[in-house]
């Protein structure tokens, strides 16, 4: 059969990316994340993520529609035929 998908977290219109903290974080814990190469979402680091550590986070799916293949998102997945 096919892998199964984890559920989705997030909400319509969202997705949910792995990204790792820098090492050099500034110290307003801002940093630019890259969606996809054109498509930059500025976050805040919360403080519990040290540099170097994966965080989930939560960004708007690009009007492109392009999704990152680790992404979860919380459209309905299209069933395949069998």
């Known amino acids: 059969g096919f892998p199964h998908r984890p559920p989705p977290h997030a909400p319509n219109g969202f997705m949910t990316i792995q990204v790792q903290v820098p090492p050099n974080l ?7 994340v890259y969606v996809t190469p ?32 680790n992404a979860q998102v919380s459209r309905p997945v299209p069933q395949l035929p069998r």
Do not use: F, H, K, N
Not at 26 to 32: A, E, K, N
């Open 38 to 69: 054109t498509y930059p979402v500025e976050i805040q680091v919360p403080p519990e993520y040290p540099p170097g550590a994966i965080m989930p986070v939560l960004v708007p799916i690009p009007s492109d529609g392009w999704i990152p293949p």
């Open 26 to 32: 500034l110290p307003t814990r801002q940093m630019l």
